[in-house]
């Protein structure tokens, strides 16, 4: 997905600094001028051939210049570790595993829940339990935690994504599983919280309201600067992304202050081990 992006937002740069239109450039690949607009956007495929055509147009003549975009349109298409679960990962969440997992930095609020990539295995079982109104076949379950547990993976490689992560009280109250299961996981966040590449926070209750009134979102940073932040915002049925520099800059400026107003890593440490104590 990211080398998608990152391909057509080179793509789109080579196009408009050569001054053709989306229509001239379709027509030059025998597309429309909406797929060439969905391909600077990252959200298709890429053919090599077709971009082979389209650096021909824009004036990119040079091997050296043309191999490394070449090169991304044919690792675009190779598909990422999570495909292999793709009978229990929603087509719309395959986006966002693998933008989670090319990211370099996760600002989350989560409210309903624990994050999934600081939740237990068997408190990861007991949310996806829970969250089907119908009985959900034991493989199944088994698999999509097994999902969960293979994304966490990120924080823990050699050069980790960081991450941000300010949870609301009631995602610290809200029992799902047993009570050992609980405490396990209290104790699994506050070991976690002491990893330098994680940053954890608590918004109590006593603070009342606060700016992230319109629910849980997570904020996606990337190494490369040619792909902007995106937000992403998670449905019953789907899911939204917001990559608008405008919308993105609304969703930060919330984080910023729900940090500067919750707990403090090590208050949320100790604030953590006192509710372990009144399960």
Known sequence: MVRR????????????????TREAAGYAIRA???????????????????????????????????????????????????HSYSDVLPSWFQTYVGLEGAACGIDTYE??????????????HAVVSS??????????????VALRLERQKLLFKENPATLTCVLDEATLRRPFGSHAIMDAQLEH???????????????????????????????LRFPEPEISDVVYLEQLTGSLYLDKAEEVNQYEGVMRRLTENSLSPEETRTYLHKIRQQY
């Open 5 to 20: 992006i990152l391909l057509g937002s080179q793509l789109r740069r080579l196009r408009e600094g050569q001054g053709v």
């Open 32 to 82: 429309s001028e909406s797929k060439i607009s969905r391909m600077e956007l990252g959200r298709v495929s890429f053919k090599a051939r077709d971009v082979a055509d389209l650096l021909t147009l824009y004036g990119v003549t040079e091997d050296s210049e043309r191999e490394p975009l070449l090169n991304l349109a044919r690792e675009s298409s190779i598909a990422g570790w999570w």
């Open 111 to 124: 409210v309903q829940f624990v994050h999934g990539l600081l939740q237990t295995e068997a408190y990861a």
């Open 131 to 144: 969250g089907h109104r119908e009985q959900v076949p034991e493989d199944e379950v088994d698999r999509r």
């Open 189 to 219: 966040l506050a070991e976690l919280s002491e990893l330098p590449n994680i940053n954890l926070q608590v918004t109590t209750f006593e603070l009342g309201g606060h700016p992230a009134e319109s629910g849980a979102f997570t904020v």
